[in-house]
């Protein structure tokens, strides 16, 4: 068991509701935020944007990062950073690229041990998202060729919660993603911008940053999938 969010995407001013969210289910008055931004080749922007967030719904909050790209870590002082944390939120971006450089550091065990041991709420947007499920559907391809790509599914490899998610649902060629799942035989979350699925411990809820944004729910009922919208 454990906790994470994930958010189907936005900008981190239109998610702070969600940002908020993500404190209340830390459960600390002010948590750590510890800030991973590998998929967006650790840029300062977004860790700005984020910390801005976070302290817009909470004053007073801290928070740090984990760039791997960009540090030499010890095993001992990246550890200690994910003890720190109360909370743990990974950037979008090339969600591939993430993966492989987390593979390469060692973190998804680490990440992965974070869940089980139910120390700090996972959290993130986009790519930051799909990393948390069994498979993802991803636009790492338009990293590597920006006029020519389409949508994909990808197996992360952290596989937290059984489904195949797809963030910024309705936009970015994600239209086709019925079909990319109806050989799939889970379920499947589509969150649109705004939103997000939220997992406490075996408890469920979907959640929208304005009400005018949707998530969507494809249960598998062994033949076929059954869409549902969850807000």
Known sequence: MGRFAAIGGGTFEEC??????????????VPNILFIGTAASDSTNPLTSCK??????????????????????????????????????????????????WQKFGLIPKLRKVFEEDSAV???????????????????????????????????GIDLY??????????????????AISSLPMDAIALEDATAFLYDNGKESFVSADGMHHAWRFRFDGKTHVKEQMC
């Open 52 to 101: 801005k967030s976070f302290k817009r719904v909470c004053p007073g909050t801290v928070v740090r990062k984990l760039s791997i790209l960009r540090n030499n870590y010890t095993e001992t002082e990246t550890d200690e950073l994910l003890s720190w944390a109360d909370v743990i939120y990974v950037s979008g971006g090339n969600t591939e690229f993430m993966l492989r450089e």
């Open 16 to 29: 702070d509701p969600l940002a908020l969210r993500i404190v209340r289910l830390s459960g600390k008055p």
């Open 162 to 179: 059984e489904a195949v998610f797809c963030p910024h649902s309705g936009t970015w060629k994600r239209e086709r993603f019925d079909e």
């Open 122 to 156: 996972l959290s993130g947007m986009s790519a930051g998202a799909i990393c948390w499920f069994t498979d993802g559907y991803t636009d790492s391809d338009s990293y590597l060729d920006p006029e020519h790509w389409s949508c994909r599914l990808i197996r992360p």
